[in-house]
Nanobody, 120 residues
Framework: QVQLVESGGGLVQAGGSLRLSCTAS????????MGWYRQAPGKQRDLIAD???????NYVDSVQGRFTISRDNAKNTVYLQMNSLKPEDTAVYYC??????????????WGQGTQVTVAS
């Protein structure tokens, strides 16, 4: 059973930074794609960034240039460095695994997520 555990969220002022981490534990093969998603109150969960096993990253326009995704394949861990945070970035952030990029079809159960709140 694969478990996804996200961490690193918190409350930050607009313009601040946070670094999220997500580790996939359990028996998993080489993971082609790892992605970060977020769900704001009353909205659907959306993919915001993903990264292939070789390190090729993709971002949605709203976070391009502010967020950086990276991964440590040996640790089955994906990171999200978030800079220049805006109030509209407030959401619960999740990670998941996928077979292809963009990671629009996650293949594992969702973890608990980590709350990011950006105060104006």
């Amino acid at each position: 059973q694969v478990q996804l555990v996200e961490s690193g969220g918190g409350l930050v002022q607009a313009g601040g930074s946070l670094r999220l981490s997500c580790t996939a534990s359990g028996s998993i093969p080489r993971v082609p794609v790892m992605g970060w998603y977020r769900q704001a109150p009353g909205k659907q969960r959306d993919l915001i960034a993903d990264i292939t096993y070789s390190g090729s990253a993709n971002y949605v326009d709203s976070v391009q240039g502010r967020f950086t995704i990276s991964r440590d394949n040996a640790k089955n861990t994906v990171y999200l460095q978030m800079n220049s945070l805006k109030p509209e970035d407030t959401a619960v952030y999740y990670c998941n695994l996928a077979l292809t990029s963009p990671a629009l079809r996650p293949i594992r159960s969702w973890g608990q997520g980590t709350q990011v709140t950006v105060a104006s």
